[in-house]
């Protein structure tokens, strides 16, 4: 077992995964999100999509045994384990534009989009190749009339995902900056590769 | 009233569409879908985004109101009129591999996916370049514990949408290729621009 690495509060890492490998996302303190990106190592236009992996996984609530899908229509990425069983694949990450949008009274942080941009542009990858990242520990309940929301993550402190790679990946990999999605705190997040 | 195109079944069209313009999809036999992508006529790399609408707009059944957003968190287009109010926007275009997966015992079809990129090139979009199409008519019911079905479309003959373009755009319109969707038969889709 490798020593975990953490990510501090509102900052995110680039992580190169070989096939095989395991990527471990744990939340030390409970009720935090890591959004989470895959690239092809090889081809950085090989990209996580979440409609493929909606359509082939046929849920939206995706936990262990799950397969995280590219817009290639291949495996990136299957859920091995799982302690939350909840997490969220519908809703991109937070940005300039959503910290203006959604909290107008308060400071303006570049999100996990900007720092998923700065980590991971010395692989090539450009803002508009960032797309809707899996919200790992994120709860975004939908209701019946389809009308979503962002509740605090039902994460608790040690609770883990653990990602196997089906082919050689860059991941990007953050401690979310929203003030929603993680109940209003920022904390770090914990990674071990294996 | 300008007149009605007509997109033979299992194909599709590029269409320019200038900002204030109003694109006008219809179901001429009813129980059809249509999929649909929006990119920037000036620069394709700002591309409709599903995570970006669904996170702004807070739900995932968009109707008359809502407006698509891409991923540079602009307006695209806003839907002006709805006669069905049953869209989907979770699940990609279907292509070769969605048909080799759901589909292993019929005849394999390039599908929406490929008429796309087949009718977008000209542009220079490229497959990769391909999200998550804002699908018409395609009724995709959530269940309660996250499980996703492909439904046929509530639309009846006549039925439409009516999206305003809020910037000036290159649109991607199919009549849908897939076996589910469209419950079973494949069937054209008009369209008006005025």
Redesign the interface.
């Known amino acids: 077992m490798s020593v975990a690495q953490r990510i501090p509060p509102r900052s995110a890492v680039a992580i190169e995964l070989a096939k095989g490998q395991r990527l471990t996302v744990i939340d030390p303190e409970g009720c935090q999100v890591a959004d989470l990106l895959a690239y092809g190592h090889e081809d950085i236009?090989?990209?996580l999509?979440?409609?493929?992996t909606?359509?082939?996984e046929?849920?939206?609530?995706l936990t262990t045994g799950n397969r995280l899908w590219s817009?290639?229509?291949r495996v990136m990425l299957t859920i091995e384990a799982d302690t939350v069983g909840c997490h969220d694949f519908?809703?991109?990450p937070c940005?300039i534009?959503?910290f203006v949008?959604f909290y107008p009274d308060k400071p303006v942080h570049r999100g996990c989009f900007g720092n998923l941009a700065e980590a991971l542009a010395p692989y090539g990858v450009t803002e508009?190749a960032?797309?809707?990242a899996f919200n790992v520990f994120m709860n975004v309940p939908?209701a019946?009339?389809?009308?979503?929301?962002v509740e605090p993550p039902l994460s608790k402190a040690g609770d883990s995902l653990t990602l196997r790679a089906e082919m050689n990946l860059v991941i990007g990999l953050t401690a979310c900056s929203a003030y929603a999605s993680n109940g209003g705190s920022f904390k770090p997040i914990d990674y071990k590769v294996e």
């Open positions: 236009r090989e990209v999509s979440n409609g493929r909606l359509d082939y046929e849920t939206i609530r817009n290639r229509s519908l809703l991109t940005s534009a959503t949008h508009d960032i797309p809707v939908v019946p009339d389809g009308k979503i929301s």
